[in-house]
């Protein structure tokens, strides 16, 4: 699968065009509208809601992003869309609330956050969720993770597409993995 072209063209604001001191905390509507504003392309995160709906928000915990703790995937979709964003007015979004704030006007980069922190097999249901909420969009849009089961299963479920592998040196003392893991 081709990368679309729009991809090729505009830079991109990396969780959307955050800024706290300005009310627009990573990953939010604001952060998304003044990105589409500016005409970046967007990257977004996704983690998995416990009733399995694919929230765009960055971190495995709240802890760091809103005034609550605690796990995401822990918590349905509709008590995260009420758990307010530090530095901002709103609530954490589900990806298709975002797919439709986005319309199609710039491209969007979906990173499929590794849901055990083994980046092994155990994928799925983020998977899922991110396809079904892909089906209808057609705008520009890839995805990425840095499991490659997770990019794997996205060529099945999605084939129609882009997809791509997030890499890095993977040095020990960097990643809470197994050495093997980061060997691989």
């Keep these: 699968m081709m990368l679309p072209v729009g991809f090729r063209r505009v830079p991109f604001a990396h969780r959307a065009l955050h800024d706290m001191a300005d009310g627009r905390p990573e990953n939010s509507r604001a952060a998304i509208q003044a990105a589409i504003d500016a005409g970046y392309g967007i990257e977004i995160d996704v983690q998995l809601s416990a009733d399995g709906a694919a929230m765009v928000f960055h971190d495995y915990a709240l802890d760091r992003l809103t005034g609550a703790t605690g796990a995401v995937r822990l918590r349905s979709a509709v008590e995260l869309g009420e758990i307010g964003l530090a530095g901002g007015a709103e609530g954490i979004p589900g990806l298709p609330e975002v797919l439709t704030l986005i319309a199609r006007r710039v491209p969007l980069l979906i990173e499929i956050k590794d849901q ?55 040095h020990y003392e960097d990643w809470p993995l197994p050495r093997a893991t980061c060997d691989r």
């Design 116 to 170: 055990d922190g083994g980046m092994g097999p155990d994928v799925g249901p983020l998977e899922q969720a991110v396809a079904s909420g892909l089906q209808d969009y057609d705008g520009e849009v890839a995805v990425m993770s840095f499991n490659p089961h997770s990019v794997g299963l996205m060529a099945d479920l999605a084939p129609q597409v882009a997809r791509g592998l997030v890499t890095s040196a993977y």
